[in-house]
């Protein structure tokens, strides 16, 4: 059975500050002290300190005492998903490559949120069976940026060479014939309207992508940032239509370090977790009155189009696949577009919580952006949790981080291509 969290947590003030302490100890790195934080009388049998407990022997080499530590902790409390990601790699480290196998299936069925569990499980056991190709494929929609350069077409050239024999771009009028110089192999269709004006940035409207894709007449449009990289198949893009037949499939980017040459590249790179640069969604949900007022490039419309297809009778999937690849850069973040958005968002799908929660009082004054930060994690977990959408073209392995268990919130260390530890 999956534990009852809210029976896992601390339930003193003294528990929370030693959890909280050796949390903070953890990320630092210092495992040893956080470990002797967690030994303390006010937080050593408390679960969640036994599990993060746990996560620290294992970095410490003991992988015996990690593995029964966890078991204990179940015995009393239940399958969890992060016990069983911590007995999973506590058996790797002992081994036991078969027992490492059950235990992230079974964290994955305790907890299908944690992208670790999903590819681990399929590292071990192997993909299951492809997707039969749909007779169709599906066509990719985007916006390509007014600067774009080498990272759009490394990106464009990756959509072809996935099966996307159309690629439209949604743009303002003006952006149009630079770009059709520079990219001619892509379609363009004007915009009608953009954020700028609320903005300060010509970005392109949610609903109005979805129907320049399903003008194209494909049975699914998969929506994509202009500067993904698809590690996939040459069928990908009709196998996605499959997926994505009567509602969505949603995926995360892994991040990983731009070529700077002489630098050496990472040993590995991170799931964004709590964003989708990838949503393909079928036509038949592509006009939602939900999805207005949200816009491809600022923050929401990756929560807001899941959301809006599963309120319209569609079944959500994930592909937790590492397929797509986002050399990283600096975030082009605002403040304001993040608490403007995300309470529009909120009153959207949830008007009591936006009123409550959002509006003015003490609550606003302690600082909506905690609030919205909340929520969008919290439906970042419930899109994850989605039935796999069977896109396994790439497949890798996530170590053991013992810094994912006291982050929040937590971003998934990835080693693409690679097999698991012997």
Known sequence: MSADWVRLAPDTPAAHAALKAARELTR????????????????????????????????????????????????????????????????????????????????????????????????LAGPPAPLAPSSRRAVAVTSLPPTAGRRCRLALASWRAAGF???????????????????????????RETALADYERACPAVGELLAAGAAVGAPAVAV?????????????????????????????????????????????SYYYDVGFDLCAVDTAYAQRPELEGFWLGLPWWDYALPLAVARAGGTPRFCAAPVL??????????????????????????????????GGGLVADAGPEACLAALGGRVAGLIRRAPDAGLWDRVGFCPHDPAYAASAPALTQIIPDANPPR
Request: proline content about 4%; hydrophobic content about 55%; glycine content about 10%.
């Open 28 to 123: 630092a790195g210092e495992y040893a002290l956080a470990l002797d934080v967690l030994a303390g009388p006010a937080v050593r049998e408390t679960p969640l300190g036994r599990l993060l407990g746990a996560d620290l022997l294992l970095a410490l080499g003991r992988a015996e005492a990690a593995l029964a530590a966890t078991e204990a902790v179940a015995r009393e409390h239940g399958d969890t998903g992060q016990g069983l990601l911590c007995a999973g790699q506590a058996r790797l480290a002992l081994g036991d490559r078969t027992g490492a196998a059950e235990a992230f299936a079974r964290a994955g069925a305790a907890d299908p949120g944690r992208i670790a569990a999903r590819v681990n499980a399929v590292a």
């Open 165 to 191: 024999s159309t690629i439209v771009s949604v743009n303002a009028a003006e952006e149009i014939a630079t770009l059709a110089e520079r990219f001619p192999d892509v379609a363009y269709v004007a915009g």
């Open 224 to 268: 994509l940032n202009a500067d993904i990289v698809l590690a996939a198949g040459a069928d990908f893009a009709v196998r996605l239509a499959t997926a994505a037949r009567g509602g969505l499939v949603a995926a995360c980017r892994v991040d990983v370090e731009p070529d700077a040459p002489g630098e050496p590249r990472p040993a590995f």
């Open 325 to 358: 690849v986002h050399a990283a850069h600096g975030a082009a973040w605002s403040h304001r577009a993040f608490l403007a958005l995300g309470r529009r968002f909120a009153d959207r799908f949830w008007p009591g919580l936006a009123e409550e929660l959002l």
